[in-house]
């Protein structure tokens, strides 16, 4: 398995009102599609995955958002492909252990641009800060 590209398709951060009360962070990333991908590398064809995904950190109570989403390709041999798409098909989960590459880079992706966009929106940091005791 190897994560050979990734990109957003979307971002969207929204600040609804002022936060009242405790304000609690809810953070999903979730896979929505698997479709197989060729990809062109160099003068050899190589058969890999996109998985199209949503990232998702609320602020509640109805405080705010920020949705997140897009692409990551995979690069992985026939077998893999087939047996990855066969499963997400039949039932729309996947295997952690053939997808945890995807999932650690969407979440290390999404993750940092969910922290700039919460700066940029003057929203609380999706992501817990240490604080010294």
Same mark, same amino acid.
């Given at each position: 398995m190897a994560v050979i590209g990734f990109n957003f398709s979307k971002m969207l951060a929204e600040k609804k009102s002022a936060p009242k009360g405790e304000l609690k962070v809810q953070?999903? #990333?979730?896979i929505k599609d698997v479709e197989e991908?060729?990809?062109g590398l160099g003068k050899t064809k190589e058969q890999g #995955?996109?998985?199209s995904f949503e990232f998702t950190t609320k602020y509640v109570p109805n405080f705010g958002s920020i949705v997140l989403t897009g692409e990551v390709l995979d690069l992985q041999d026939e077998k893999t492909v087939k047996a990855v798409l066969k499963e997400w098909k039949d039932t729309k989960k996947l295997d952690d252990k053939l997808v945890s590459g995807v999932y650690?880079?969407?979440l290390?992706?999404?993750s940092v641009q969910a922290l700039i966009l919460s700066k940029e929106m003057g929203l609380p940091s999706p992501i817990p800060l240490l604080r010294k005791a």
């Open positions: 953070i999903n #990333l979730a991908a060729n990809f #995955l996109k998985y650690n880079s969407a290390q992706r999404c």
